[in-house]
């Protein structure tokens, strides 16, 4: 299994807070991705990294901010947590940017 | 910009039967397609993928999946399903070199 991990796991937040998640490699890959998935949308890109400093947005990224300060982290933060963002964010990374994706466990947030 | 059409958002099939998941994409340039397997409280994992080498594809699990370019699909299959087969698969199709589109998924389930 890609070495990939997810931190919280699982989070319950107040509406207008602040909330970070976080992803963390130990493969070196080069691109690294952050999606959300909610039942009949399957998953959609929010934001996506293709090296230190270098990030692009995904179909749903507003809302959504993200950084990426060293090749093994990629941080996805909500600067004001909204009900609507309550899902299960998944990190995934690539060697290249087109072929397979490596996921990591996923994290529950819950905004209420 | 790429898309993909998963048919049926459930499957359901008796155990032993025949496993047929649809999945068609857009694009008139072959791409680069994938299956990935979800099962629950899991993050996905990718079952085979499609590079523009044989268009029959086989993956784990004894899945396989076939490229029709004329009819831009990439359907799942598997012989005899198995109680273990019960997840949520998902199609993806690579857009330009930097990210992948995924579908809504489809739910296999098995009965006995």
């Known amino acids: 299994d890609a070495g990939i991990t997810q931190s919280p796991r699982h989070k319950v937040t107040e509406t207008g807070t602040p909330v970070t998640l976080r992803c963390h490699q130990t493969e070196n890959h080069r691109y690294m991705y952050w999606y959300r998935q909610d039942p009949g949308h399957g998953l959609r890109l929010i934001h996506y990294?293709?090296?230190?400093?270098?990030?692009d947005k995904g179909e749903v990224s507003d809302g959504y901010s993200v950084s990426r300060s060293k090749t093994e982290d990629f941080l996805l933060t909500l600067e004001s947590a909204t009900s609507s963002q309550t899902s299960v964010y998944f990190c995934?990374?690539?060697?290249?940017?087109?072929?397979?994706?490596?996921f990591g466990p996923g994290t529950r947030l819950t905004v209420t | 910009a790429q898309s993909v059409t998963q048919l049926g958002s459930h499957v359901s099939v008796s155990e032993g039967a025949l496993v047929l998941l649809r999945c068609n994409y857009s694009?008139?340039?072959?791409?680069?397609l994938f299956w990935y397997v979800q099962y629950p409280n899991q993050g996905l994992q990718l079952l085979l993928k499609?590079?523009?080498?044989?268009?029959l594809v086989k993956g784990i699990n004894g899945f396989e999946a076939e490229f029709k370019k004329s009819e831009t699909s990439f359907h799942l299959t598997k012989p005899s399903a198995h109680m273990s087969d019960a997840a949520e698969y998902f199609c993806?199709?690579?857009?330009?070199?930097?990210?992948?589109?995924f579908g809504t998924g489809t739910r296999l389930q098995v009965f006995p």
């Open positions: 993806a199709v690579s857009e330009g070199t930097d990210k992948l589109i």
């Open positions: 499609y590079t523009s080498a044989a268009t």
């Open positions: 694009s008139s340039v072959p791409p680069y």
């Open positions: 995934a990374i690539s060697q290249t940017g087109n072929n397979e994706q490596y």
């Open positions: 990294s293709y090296g230190v400093k270098d990030t």
